[in-house]
Nanobody, 125 residues
Framework: VQLQASGGGLVQAGGSLRLSCVVS????????MGWFRQAPGQEREYVSV????????YYADSVEGRFTISRDNAKNTVYLQMNNLTAEDTAVYYC???????????????????WGQGTQVTVSS
């Protein structure tokens, strides 16, 4: 199973980015997906998850109302649209596939068994 994340970059505060993560080697449409992030010197933290069907989505309080997770099962891709970015959003962002199929997603990284390589998001203030 491979996950390829992309879309990170340098953006000014208040700007937007859209992250993408393409999954191969697993039946993408059967699995919930998650986005996590890790800032320098900090633990990896949950950002958002989407259920296998796309019908259920959850967000961390810190990004609620600014980020939107979505998926395109035909393209084996999960997205994270990030708006109104702040310096606190600066981190490496990781996508991950939930370990069990037909799940709703989970905020716990231990519930995911495959991870992308990460994409750097830097927000300048």
């Amino acid at each position: 199973v491979q996950l390829q994340a992309s879309g990170g970059g340098l953006v000014q505060a208040g700007g937007s980015l859209r992250l993408s993560c393409v999954v191969s080697g697993r039946t993408f449409s059967k699995y919930a997906m998650g986005w996590f992030r890790q800032a320098p010197g900090q633990e990896r933290e949950y950002v958002s998850v989407i259920s296998w069907s796309g019908g259920t989505r959850y967000y961390a309080d810190s990004v609620e109302g600014r980020f939107t997770i979505s998926r395109d099962n035909a393209k084996n891709t999960v997205y994270l649209q990030m708006n109104n970015l702040t310096a606190e959003d600066t981190a490496v962002y990781y996508c991950a596939v939930q370990r069990t199929d037909y799940g709703l997603g989970s905020p716990y990284s231990s519930d995911y068994d495959y991870w992308g390589q990460g994409t750097q998001v830097t927000v300048s203030s």
